[in-house]
Nanobody, 121 residues
Framework: QVQLVESGGGLVQAGGSLRLSCAAS????????MGWYRQAPGKQREFVAR???????DYADSVKGRFTISRGNAKNTVYLQMNSLRPEDTAVYYC???????????????WGQGTQVTVSS
């Protein structure tokens, strides 16, 4: 019903930057929020950043001041600008969407397949 496709991951040296993109498509009635999570090897998936339909944002303490989440003009695309990257930012980054579909009564979470971000020291 809803597909989220991420792009923009890759290998970067510490101190460098990357920009992740995520596009949502499908039977979307309303996107309440979109965000990013990440999972490093051997660790649980953790929250990174979120942007709500009103444009308000929220960040994990570990990325505040370095990462910026934003939406595209079409509102079904979300970006994560990552600056001053550190080796500990290495993880698979997942896009999430809190979406109500045309066939659903309540919104639910949808996930992308993930994109690898590797930061070398």
């Amino acid at each position: 019903q809803v597909q989220l496709v991420e792009s923009g991951g890759g290998l970067v040296q510490a101190g460098g930057s990357l920009r992740l993109s995520c596009a949502a498509s499908g039977s979307i009635f309303r996107i309440n929020a979109m965000g990013w999570y990440r999972q490093a090897p051997g660790k649980q998936r953790e929250f990174v950043a979120r942007i709500s339909s009103d444009g308000s944002t929220d960040y994990a303490d570990s990325v505040k001041g370095r990462f910026t989440i934003s939406r595209g003009n079409a509102k079904n695309t979300v970006y994560l600008q990552m600056n001053s990257l550190r080796p500990e930012d290495t993880a698979v980054y997942y896009c999430s969407g809190y979406v109500r579909t045309f066939s659903g009564d309540v919104p639910r979470d949808y996930w992308g397949q993930g994109t690898q971000v590797t930061v070398s020291s």
